[in-house]
């Protein structure tokens, strides 16, 4: 008996996301667009009922936000779009049929370039090629009671939705997890959506498939089988509810199809649901196909013109080029711009601190007459300083005090000037991380300055006050000063922490040093 080779696997993945817009109303009719209203039925109509004989209305609203998504995807704009049902029975879909878009989206055919710094990943960039981009409803949602009954909310029916369909690109799962997190801060940046998976307004579904290398091709986004060689089935997992889920969901299912192709056995083409409990994936059911949803154009909506309703709307810079941005102007590292950036807010507020700090920088006499050369060292020294307080200590403290960078009372202005007194040397970092605690505290904003007059954090250098703090740190350790003379110089250290102690952290290190040393040797 003849073993044959075992090829090398790797895996196709894909995915599918619908994103909840945030528009005023829902998507065909005036109600509320409030998909999670405490109370159920709140916001309906006959319209978002189902009611036979009713007549769709096209938010313009969604339709402009679903432009400005498929605008930050690269994806090209339809010069005419129109709207299609796709039918189906289930009880959260009362009409028996679901406006949605099939052959005519309103965008498609773009890219997502995703950066992957430092060896995270198989390779340190990805492109993802984007399908499409179009617009749908959301159906109502079901809910089940103990006594096992299932009760319908229709608040969420006709809520829109934008659905996002990448080609089969992702190479590993940290790529598609990377990905949802990317389409996160983009859909932030625009406005359109808080996408939020937790709270459903991003649902993430992954196609996956382990095939043999060289079994296939993937070309314009579809998956060729070569060589008269036979596919193995796509399973789609569904029910992932937060990034981390993203990566586990499709990392145990390459390893379920591995396992399977191990065995010699094979899976059917089916829908699977993520299980967070277990940490695995289980049959839902069998997939449909576009056939089983006999798709055709929506006979109650005319065709449209995306970009006439769309206008000029422009684009906010997007985190990819605001990123780039903070790397070149600021010179921030890669992590700080990347953790800089993330949120639209906290990127809003860095480039405030540093267009202020930059202006201070320039106004100083001293540098008045600094070459150019000196000049952007003193920016870049000054930029790295305000990455770090802002990424390490200023986060750092928000996330101590559980406080959201939104409801944060310290202005820009303020913040930098905090910044420029320590490049300055006017207080050291003790003194900093003191008078930034107190600000964040604050309930107002706060004058760093002021803060470090009225209490005395500012550095201590003064030589007289700090030979007069060492003379009683000596008189107090007589023994460790013995150890010290007589050859022990770690106890130095020991010294040199009381003196700062006794400065409240207040004192220049180096002048401490310095002068206690001085002292010491005598
Ligand atoms: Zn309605």
Redesign the pocket.
Known sequence: MSHLPIPTLVPIIGLEIHVELNTKS?MF???SNDPGAGEPNR???P???AHPGTLPVPNRAAIVAAVKVGRALGCSIRELSKFDRKHYFYPDLPKGYQISQYDEPIAERGTLTLAFPLETNTRDEAEIGIRRAHLEEDTARLLHDQDGATLVDFNRS?APLVEIVTDPDFKTALEAKTFAQELQTILRYLGVSDADMEKGQMRVEANISVQAAGSFEIASGAVRPLGGCRLNNKVEVKNINSFRAVERAIEFEIGRQTRLIGAGESWPQETRGWDEDTGETLPQRAKENAADYRYFPEPDIPPFHPLALAGDSLLPELPAARRARFREEYGFSYSDAKILTDDKFLSDYTDAVMSEIIDWVCSLDETASDTGDVKEQKKAKIARLAGNWLTNKLLGLLHEHKKDIRRLKVSPENFAELVALLYAGRINAGGATKILAEMVAAGTDIDPTHIMEEKGYGQINDEVALAAIISAVINSYPAQVEQYRAGKEPVFHFLKGMVMKATEGGAEPAVVEKLLRAELDK
């Open positions: 829902k009719c005036s109600c916001h309906v109509c319209v978002c009922l006709g």
